[in-house]
């Protein structure tokens, strides 16, 4: 492999552990208090699902540059993270929660489809045990943007509002990082514009068939990854409190 395609490669494994990683513990923060006991379970269940899935990336990635997924999570700054802003916002009421889950896990199971494909193998092959999970999500999430979306006039109006806050944030998930084209050129990923496509064939009947209108007026979306919004760093602040307070521990 090529350096100018290993770097790349290198930054868009980042991306993709850091998104699992911030919508790991954004989901986290609902268990023991999610609206009935099944979804408190299944919320719990979907964070450890993202957060292995975020492991396996991360595992991925340090195989090519040799440094220690637990530095990689612990001990890196906010700027220094590639997630997308989506993932990053606080955790809202439980239809922001269910709306976010589901725009994401639509994108995900479109990109490991084409990730599934990828000339590097040891991408193809990790896409493929993560997409048998992010079936199960989206099927689950699926069910619950319809259920509330065609609910009372009060989750009605709650999930309309999320989507008018979160689909340009959702957006971003389909700006190609800095250097990505050298790894669609070499057929490593697939290409964005096929993944948006793809997506909002999806996400778009659905949503009008549980009664909500995509935001005509949203705003761009942010441009790259490097910008953040301001809740990522204390999110970190939370998920990195222990080890940094404890440098060296063994757990």
Known sequence: MEISTQNALQNYLLALADDELALAHRNSEWIGHAPILEEDIAIANIAQDELGHAALWYNLL???TGDDPDRLVYWRDAADFRS?????LPKGDWAFTILRQYLFDVYEVV???GLQESAYQPV????V???SEEIYHHRHTHTWVK???LGSVESHGRMQGALNELWPYALQLFIPLADEAVLVDDGCVPQRTAVYNQWLNIVQPHLADSGLEI???AGPPTPNRAAHSPHLAGLLADLQKVAREHPGANW
């Open 215 to 217: 935001p005509a007026d």
């Open 147 to 149: 259920r509330l979306g």
């Open 124 to 127: 193809a092959d990790t896409a």
């Open 62 to 64: 340090c195989q090519l």
């Open 84 to 88: 997308a802003q989506l993932l990053e």
């Open 111 to 113: 990109l490991l489809d």
């Open 129 to 131: 045990k993560i997409r």
